[in-house]
């Protein structure tokens, strides 16, 4: 899935990384507990979808080389999240939306879940 | 093991600033992306570095992270100045957390910080006792494959 469909899908431009919308993402993964995020198996072309806004969230995907962050719930990020978001060429786009009825609107769209380990 | 030390890089690493914590293993991944190891094993080292930074921040009195670079493998080694881990097999159990509330509201807390950096590691080794120090070593071999 194009990120340009995402952002036609949650009705909410990309605020950082702006020129990524021809950029895909094959798997979504939703928490605002970022161990979580940190064990996911495999973190290629994952989507992270959370409520959780802070300058961790952006470091927890650093570490896993995860580009695009959807923030729900009508969150703004802060100067320091964006600028670090920059730094690290990620890109967040924020949603009014819920968690749930943001990743249902991306699963019935083609999002997949991301691979876990078990 | 060969022990010839290729490269060292030490951080300095302080109790409860959740705005710094994480900087020490963003250098660490920058540094081993500009030596061009494996992007596997660069993802496996930032995520033991990384809850072992965090964990630094939430826990303990203050501490250091180090990264040694050898031919055969790196050893990132967590130390911190206390207050120690009383049951370390029961810190180990997945779900298991003595985080604070401040930790959790900054999406940890979790009870995976000590498992997520057992799944990325060839060894692992934990040094504490209560009321003292922490030390965790974590070695990961270039030929070696986490299944």
């Avoid at chain 1, 605020?15 to 940190?38: K, N, R």
């Avoid at chain 2, 033991?48 to 930074?53: I, K, Q, V």
């Avoid at chain 2, 990264?67 to 049951?87: H, W, Y």
């Amino acid at each position: 899935m194009k990120i340009r469909e995402i952002k036609e899908l949650l009705g909410s431009e990309p605020i950082t990384c702006v020129d990524c919308l021809d950029e895909e993402v094959t798997y979504g993964f939703a928490s605002d507990l970022m161990s979580d995020v940190l064990a996911l198996s495999s973190s290629n072309h994952v989507l992270l979808i959370t409520g959780l806004m802070n300058l961790q969230t952006i470091r927890t995907a650093e570490m896993k080389d995860i580009k695009f962050i959807v923030f729900v719930r009508g969150k703004v990020p802060d100067e320091g999240i964006i600028e670090l978001a920059r730094e690290n060429g990620l890109c967040i786009i924020c949603t009014k939306e819920s968690m749930f009825w943001t990743c249902g609107v991306l699963f019935s769209n083609g999002l997949q879940g991301a691979k876990i380990n078990k | 093991m060969i022990d010839k030390e290729i490269l060292k890089l030490h951080y300095d690493i302080a109790s409860g600033d959740y705005i710094k914590g994480g900087e020490a293993s963003s250098n660490i991944k920058r540094a081993l992306m500009q030596l061009g190891v494996d992007n596997d094993i660069i993802k496996r080292i930032c995520v033991a570095s990384y809850e072992a930074e965090i964990n630094i921040v939430i826990h303990s009195l203050g501490g250091y992270m180090e990264m040694k670079i050898f031919e055969d493998r790196i050893e990132l080694i967590a130390s911190d100045i206390g207050p120690g881990i009383s049951d370390i097999e029961l810190a180990m159990t997945v779900g298991y957390s003595t985080a604070t509330q401040g930790a959790r509201e900054m999406g940890f807390g979790a009870g995976m910080g000590l498992p997520n950096i057992k799944t990325n590691c060839d060894e692992l080794d934990i040094q504490s006792s209560e009321g003292g120090s922490t030390t965790i070593t974590m070695k990961i071999y270039f030929n070696k494959v986490v299944s």
